[in-house]
């Protein structure tokens, strides 16, 4: 994403390092705002941003399939995830919404979180992670600052015993 923010000494984001990224991403799952944001991208000649990877849509609601890799699922977010998506796929990515973000977060689904903070406030909009019912644990592993002024920070998800266990090590040493 362009800004009109620069930092002098932050990182270029190449081209060549989104590909890459996106390249280990096996498929991508979203709740259906996200979807729809990115059909209404699509429809302005922006461009379809997940490529020919799988995409699971979750939702209750009926949506236009916008291609032959889009799936829609209504269920279980656990037993999909743990006995349909994790066999097939090593890398799977949740895009989007606080919605699905939060969801993931409460059942333990997600290994990794990144953030991206652009420098621009918004006064509204949905929570990064919509009704959590107890604090998490990260272990920061990456950040990273753009010349946009973009940060990205990259996050292990704790698995409580694990991070206190990590953060004793760490201390020792």
Same mark, same amino acid.
């Given at each position: 994403?362009?800004t #009109?923010?620069?930092y002098?000494?932050?990182e270029? +984001? #190449?081209?060549?390092s989104?590909a890459e990224f996106?390249?280990a991403i =096996?498929? %991508? /799952?979203?709740? !259906?705002?996200?979807?729809? &944001?990115?059909?209404?991208?699509?429809s302005?000649?922006?461009?379809w941003? %997940?490529?020919?990877k799988?995409?699971? /849509?979750l939702?209750?609601?009926e949506l236009?399939?916008?291609?032959? &890799? /889009?799936?829609? %699922?209504?269920g279980?977010?656990?037993?999909f995830v743990?006995?349909?998506?994790?066999p097939?796929?090593?890398?799977i990515?949740?895009?989007?919404g606080g &919605?699905?973000?939060?969801?993931?977060?409460?059942?333990?689904?997600?290994d990794?979180?990144?953030? !991206?903070? +652009?420098p621009v406030?918004?006064?509204n909009?949905?929570?990064?992670?919509?009704?959590l019912n107890?604090d998490v644990? +990260?272990h920061?592993?990456?950040?990273?600052g753009?010349?946009s002024?973009i940060?990205?920070?990259? %996050?292990?998800?704790?698995? =409580?015993?694990n991070l206190?266990l990590?953060?004793e090590n760490?201390?020792? #040493?």
């Amino acid at each position: 994403m362009e800004t #009109s923010d620069h930092y002098e000494t932050g990182e270029t +984001l #190449s081209q060549e390092s989104v590909a890459e990224f996106l390249q280990a991403i =096996d498929c %991508y /799952v979203m709740g !259906s705002r996200t979807y729809e &944001t990115a059909i209404g991208f699509e429809s302005k000649g922006l461009g379809w941003a %997940y490529g020919e990877k799988p995409v699971f /849509v979750l939702t209750h609601r009926e949506l236009i399939r916008s291609r032959n &890799t /889009v799936e829609f %699922y209504a269920g279980d977010l656990r037993l999909f995830v743990e006995e349909q998506l994790k066999p097939k796929f090593r890398n799977i990515w949740f895009v989007g919404g606080g &919605t699905v973000a939060g969801e993931c977060l409460r059942l333990g689904l997600a290994d990794e979180i990144r953030y !991206s903070v +652009l420098p621009v406030l918004i006064g509204n909009g949905i929570a990064f992670f919509e009704g959590l019912n107890r604090d998490v644990a +990260l272990h920061l592993v990456e950040v990273k600052g753009y010349q946009s002024g973009i940060v990205a920070l990259r %996050y292990e998800v704790g698995r =409580d015993a694990n991070l206190s266990l990590k953060r004793e090590n760490a201390t020792a #040493s």
